[in-house]
């Protein structure tokens, strides 16, 4: 006889010898596969989350079977598990116990790791899963389940510049307004911020309360509990500790808001004022005399001949200077489009310099028609803020200028009117640009990480723009505004609506050492008289 097959038989017949011995020779012989296959299939296809497959290994119909483990996610927040197959014993004919641990992932609070164990058994010539809930959890007996408990640590701070909270309700409306309040949390909330919240738990609501939610709340120390047991009191499987929120502190000045305060108090139409500071983009003061929409960071107005010194900066990129003589006409008809100046002045020639300060329509309308075709204007207002995401911290609407779409278009985008449309925060940010001569993403929170990058303005342009905005106060349409000294600026005067004759908002907006402002009138009239005067009255308080 072949050695090899000798070996087979005495192989096999110790098997038999063996199997007889134990009283298991049945099961040996004539039972399909092994108690661990079957353990390794079914903790295989539970980590999958592949029900209809693990139910294929049951020796019976379980009732319950499906919803003891869907109903982890609901409970607990599991999303996703990984289970690693230990030993498996016997346990006795046709029986063995098949040992797993499970580490399910925990939405919001990471993972949770526990060992339980498979009964098995031989039916029908096959190892099976004797299932019971105990197979999920071994403290599970069909009428208990998992639960979560929180401790949520003492809410964080959101502070000013300073440090001093200004999430209280003493601090003014405009304040409350970025801030945001405290709400107690809806089914919507929870499905939102995870499995660690529950319904009435305390959740920020509007500004940086919401923006920050997380951050301020912090995370709670959270019991992973088994409940629901008739007669039994909950009992504590697991303790996953939290920590404590973390303060957010804004770029308020106490001051500069104070100021802003005083600036806007008594005007009897809707005014808003921001000031920033040009060296960082820091959002100093955030101010609306009136209550409800955030006029300040979410109004969207034509920003009138503010935007002309978006259009001077295009212009003296293409080689036009400050003392270059231009001319003022009464009037002037771009592309079909009649165009006047306010108060229907004209000046005749005069330098670029005295037009900006004059505030010329008509000069400005045709030598953009000249110079800023192909894009040139929306170009330069990209760079200095305009179409650009903002990410201060809260919402904020950004600045918008369409692509022109005729000569005419680009006339009137020209000294801002047309579709562009901007909010106090976005001309703020024009100009703290000329006072530092680069461009910066606004932010109300230090450190928050920006969707724009910062611009430097090319060559001599900010320091040409700065002479020019500085003669707007000494000599143009803010000569008797009452500006202090050292003050710089635009005004603005923007029509809107409809009809024969039209309203119009009243801006100005400027720089004062390493402040920079937005402030806006709605349907105030002329920026030189309305607006300036505004802004004086906060630079004489911040003084």
């Given at each position: ?24 020779a049945y099961y040996v012989l ?270 969207r107005y034509p920003p009138g ?71 040139k204007l929306e170009e330069f ?163």
């Amino acid at each position: 006889m072949p050695r090899g097959r000798t070996i087979v038989i005495i192989s096999i017949s110790a098997v038999l010898v063996a199997g007889a011995a134990a009283g298991g020779a049945y099961y040996v012989l004539h039972t399909r596969g092994s108690a661990g296959e079957t353990a390794a299939h079914f903790t295989t296809a539970w980590a999958k989350g592949d029900l209809p497959a693990m139910r294929a290994d049951l020796a019976a119909p379980a009732p319950g079977f499906d919803t003891a483990y869907t109903r982890l996610a609901k409970d607990i927040g599991a999303q996703r598990t990984a289970v690693r197959l230990g030993a498996v014993t016997p346990a006795g004919d046709g029986r063995a116990k098949a040992a797993y641990t499970a580490t399910l992932t925990l939405k919001d609070l990471g993972d949770w790791t526990y060992t339980g164990s498979l009964d098995l058994v031989v039916k029908d010539r096959h190892w099976k899963v004797a299932w019971t809930p105990r197979a999920v959890h071994p403290a599970l007996d069909g009428q208990a389940h998992l639960a979560l408990k929180t401790r949520w640590p003492g809410r964080a701070a959101v502070q000013d510049s300073t440090g001093a909270r200004i999430d209280h309700g003493d601090v003014g409306g405009s304040v409350q307004q970025l801030v945001g309040y405290l709400d107690k949390a809806t089914a919507k909330d929870v499905t939102r911020l995870g499995s660690a919240y529950k319904r009435g738990d305390a959740v920020g609501r509007g500004g940086l309360q919401e923006a920050f939610q997380e951050k301020l709340a912090g995370v709670p120390t959270t019991e992973i509990q088994v409940t629901g047991a008739a007669g039994k009191a909950a009992t504590t499987v697991k303790t996953i500790e939290g920590s404590p929120g973390t303060d957010v502190r804004t770029s308020l000045d106490p001051r500069a808001q104070a100021a802003a305060v005083i600036a806007v108090d008594g005007v009897d139409k809707p005014t808003s004022l921001v000031a920033i500071r040009p060296s960082s983009g820091e959002i100093l003061a955030v101010v609306n005399n009136r209550g409800g929409f955030n006029r300040a960071l979410d109004g969207r107005y034509p920003p009138g001949s503010t935007f002309k010194t978006i259009t001077a900066a295009a212009l003296l990129a293409e080689g036009l200077t400050p003392g270059q003589r231009v001319t003022c006409p009464k009037t002037v008809n771009i592309g079909g489009l009649p165009i006047r100046n306010s108060e229907h002045e004209s000046f005749g020639s005069l330098s670029f310099l005295d037009s900006y300060a004059h505030s010329c329509n008509t000069t400005f309308a045709p030598l953009a028609a000249q110079h800023l075709g192909d894009g040139k204007l929306e170009e330069f207002a990209g760079k200095l803020g305009f179409n650009q995401p903002l990410g201060i911290g809260v919402p904020a609407q950004r600045g918008s200028m369409p692509k022109h779409t005729s000569e005419a278009d680009l006339a009137a985008e020209s000294f801002g009117q047309g579709r562009i449309t901007a909010s106090p925060l976005v001309m703020a940010t024009v100009a703290a640009a000329v006072a530092d001569g680069t461009w910066r993403p606004p932010t109300l929170v230090p450190g928050l990480k920006q969707k724009t990058e910062p611009w430097a303005l090319p060559g001599d342009i900010a320091r040409d723009l700065r002479t020019m905005m500085a003669a707007v106060v000494t000599k143009g349409t803010a000569k008797s505004a009452g500006l202090p000294a050292g003050t710089a600026g635009k005004t603005g005067t923007a029509e809107y609506g409809t009809g024969p004759k039209l309203d119009s908002h009243a801006w100005f907006i400027g720089y004062r050492g390493d402040v920079a402002f937005a402030v806006i009138v709605e349907g105030g009239g002329g920026g030189g008289k309305v607006a300036a005067p505004i802004a004086a009255r906060f630079l004489r308080a911040l003084s």
